[in-house]
């Protein structure tokens, strides 16, 4: 069975820092992408950042570049997001998934996991 848990949120003042786990089991880690994803209230999930499996490269949504930090650790299976400089708006529910590739990574569609909450306080 393919699991992807996510784990690491909680409530910050702004500027503070969080670190996310993505701990993922029931298929190959490694060849796949790790994708995190948010969602505000009453807005659409949007994603976050990617690691791409072919080159290892990242990307990064326009809203965190510079603050935000993904990483993958494939001897545990599990995939991170450090956010640093968090602001009210970084609010939401933070999501992981491992799609193919980081290509279009923003519109893929999982059976989504339950999420870690971030929330940050002004």
């Known amino acids: 069975e393919v699991k992807l848990v996510e784990s690491g949120g909680e409530l910050v003042q702004t500027g503070g820092s969080l670190r996310l786990s993505c701990a993922a089991s029931g298929f190959t880690f490694e060849w796949y992408s790790k994708a995190w994803y948010r969602q505000a209230p009453g807005k659409e999930r949007e994603g976050v950042s990617c690691i791409n499996v072919s080159d290892g490269r990242t990307t990064y949504a326009d809203s965190v570049k510079g603050r935000f930090t993904t990483s993958s650790d494939n001897t545990k299976n599990t995939f991170y997001l450090q956010m640093d400089s968090l602001k009210p708006e970084d609010t939401a529910v933070y999501y992981c998934?491992?799609?193919?590739?980081?290509?279009?990574?923003?519109?893929?569609?999982?059976?989504w996991g339950q999420g870690t909450q971030v929330t940050v306080s002004s």
């Open positions: 998934a491992a799609p193919l590739s980081c290509s279009g990574y923003e519109s893929f569609h999982t059976s």
